[in-house]
């Protein structure tokens, strides 16, 4: 009987990239145990005994490729490495807030997410590339951001909170009678406004629940007011980017004015008929 017996020892090469570019520092193994790394040009070589072995091409962050295969001759084995799949994960925190919760968390072309009170949302599964996350939640700013992400990634966003106008005081003027030549029955409203780092274009006056004017003051005078009337009124903060706060605290103001103390009503005791006549 003629039996060929092969032993010896061959060579592996080739080269490795990632993701198509020849790359050095990328780690050549053999069955678990490194046996040479890419130079410059992305080129290794390898003495391998003869049997079946499992060669391995590793860098970080990029998936693990590797190939089994019966090593009885000197032989070719190039290697071309993917990114690995990674985790981007958004930290939102809402300014003032007392938890993270409910906030709408985009990040396309994955699925939008809602933020826990934790406020920590996770995109699993995401291959490398560049990202646009935008996080909005109500009576908050938008925050946009675009990131370029190679491996896991925590990226931390606060939305800044739309403050309200606070210290809301209503009144009306004049009190009594008579009034003077050049004033009219009105409504004063005025409040405080917000500490805020975010610029407030101008506020709107909400009187029964009804939109009924705006102003970049911090105070207002209502006209359209009759003697013996109560009314409600709140204020609402518009910001330059389009957003608007929550309403304030309402105020209420009863207007009821003094009659003219110089007024006295007479009597005509013929007819029973009275009317008034300034003393």
């Not at 198509?20 to 046996?35: C, L, Q, R, W």
């Not at 005081?169 to 004049?174: E, T």
């Not at 911090?218 to 359209?224: K, L, M, R, T």
């Not at 009124?233 to 605290?249: H, I, K, L, M, T």
């Amino acid at each position: 009987y003629n039996i060929n017996i092969v032993a010896g020892t061959f060579t592996i090469s080739g080269f490795g990239s990632l993701d198509g570019v020849d790359t050095a520092g990328i780690s050549i193994s053999v069955d678990g145990t490194p046996a040479a790394t890419t130079d410059d040009s992305g080129y290794y070589s390898i003495d391998v005994d003869y049997g079946i072995h499992t060669i391995t091409a590793s860098y970080p962050g990029y998936a693990d490729e590797d190939t089994t295969l019966l090593v009885d001759d000197d032989m070719t084995l190039d290697f071309d490495l993917s990114g690995a799949p990674i985790q981007i994960c958004v930290d939102v925190t809402l300014e003032g807030a007392t938890d993270n919760s409910g906030a709408l968390v985009q990040m396309p072309p994955a699925s939008e997410q809602i933020t826990p009170p934790s406020g920590l949302v996770c995109f699993d599964n995401m291959d490398w590339g560049e990202y646009t996350i935008t996080v909005s939640n109500e009576y908050f700013a938008v925050v946009e951001t675009t990131i370029t992400a190679n491996m896991d990634t925590t990226i931390a966003i606060t939305l800044p909170y739309y403050y309200p106008p606070e210290d809301l005081i209503c009144d009306f003027a004049p009190t009594e009678r008579p009034f003077a030549a050049d004033a009219s029955l009105h409504s004063e409203i005025s409040w405080t406004a917000p500490t805020t780092s975010l610029t407030i274009e101008k506020y709107y006056i909400y009187r029964d629940d009804a939109l009924i004017d705006s102003t970049t003051d911090v105070s207002y005078d209502d006209y359209d007011v009759v003697d013996g009337e109560t009314y409600d009124y709140y204020v609402v903060a518009g910001y330059d980017d389009g957003g608007v706060s929550p309403a304030s605290e309402d105020c209420e103001v009863e207007i009821s004015v003094e009659p003219d103390p110089n007024e006295v009503l007479l009597i005509d005791f013929d007819n029973g008929s009275g009317f008034a006549e300034d003393m």
